[in-house]
C-alpha cells in the first residue's frame, strides 16, 4: 500500500522517534519535533508507537492513497480535508481507495502536524530509524523533504485497524497547549557564567520568537542576558532543549536537529514536554521561561505518561463497541 504526494506543502517529513546511540559519532537523533503529538497520534490508530508519520509544516500537502486505510492528524489543527470535506485534527478518519487528503492551512494554535497511518510510514531503516536528517541527507524519504511526485509506502497495518474509524481524542488529553503556557526550564551546566541579571534577565524577561528558527534551533529575539567573562567554552554535549547564549546575549533553543557538540555557554535546558510546546511557536510568538527543578519538569512528563495509558484505554473500549 503506498500514497503519491500531489503537492509536498511546506515541508512535509517523514519522522518517528528518532535515531537514538549515535550522537558519539557526531550524528544527531532528529525524530518528530513535537513528539507527544506523534506518539498519541500512533496510539489512536493501534500502531507501534515509533511508527513513522508524516511531520507536516503549516500547510500545502496533498496526497492520494493506492488503498483504503485510517489516517489522523495529530498536533496542530491544520485545516485537513478528505475528498473535499472537513476532517477535524485528533479523530481517526476511514480513507478509501483513491481518496484525496489536503493539508489546506494554518490552525488556530500550532504550526506542526503529524499525519498518522494505520500501519506507519514505511521507509528504509538507517542505524535502526526512520527520521529524516535533511543536512546530512540521511533517513526518511531519500533523505530529504517530500516533493511532488514521490510514491511513499505504508506498513502493514494491525488487523483490526478499521475499528479505529472515528475515534476522536478527548481535548483534556491533547498534548497541544496554548501560547500563553511559558516553557518550562531548569539550570544548565554553565549557569554560573552568567551573572545574576543575566539569569534574571532568562526567566522574568520576554522573548520573541525570531526568523531565524529551524528543525536545528529557535533563535529568540529579546534583552540582553549578560555573561560575567564571555560566552566561548570548550565544546562539550548538547541535549534537546540545551538554551545557548552566544556572544550577542540573545538565547537559541536547541531542537531536535541540533549539533551534538557545542562551544557556547548554556544557561538553561528546556524540558522536553516546553520544547514540543515550543516547536509548535511561529514567527513573533511571544516566549517567557519559568525555572523548574529537575522533578518538576519529570512531573509533567508522568502527567504526559497518564494522559497517553488514558487514550489507550478509551481505544480499547472503542474497538470492542
Known sequence: MSFMVEKAGMLTLVQDLGRWGHQFRGLTVSGPMDQFSLRMGNAMLGNDENDAALEVTLFGLSIVFSEERCVVLSGADLAMKIDGSPAPAWMVHHVKQGSRLAITGVGTVGCRAYLCVSGGVDVPLVMGSRSTFTKGKIGGYKGRALAAGDVVATGEPNPLWRKSAGLVCPVELRPLRGKDEPIYASDGPQVDAFTEKGIATFYGETYTVSENIDRMGYRLDGPVIEHVSGPDIVSDGIVHGSVQVPGDGKPIVLMADRQTTGGYTK??????????????????????????????????????????RKLHETRATYRTR
Open 267 to 308: 544557561i538553561a535546558v528546556v524540558s522536553a514536554w516546553s520544547a514540543a510546546q515550543l516547536a509548535q511557536r511561529l514567527q513573533g510568538d511571544k516566549v517567557r521561561f519559568a525555572r523548574v527543578t529537575e522533578k518538576e519538569a519529570t512531573e509533567l512528563l508522568v502527567k504526559y505518561e497518564a494522559s497517553l
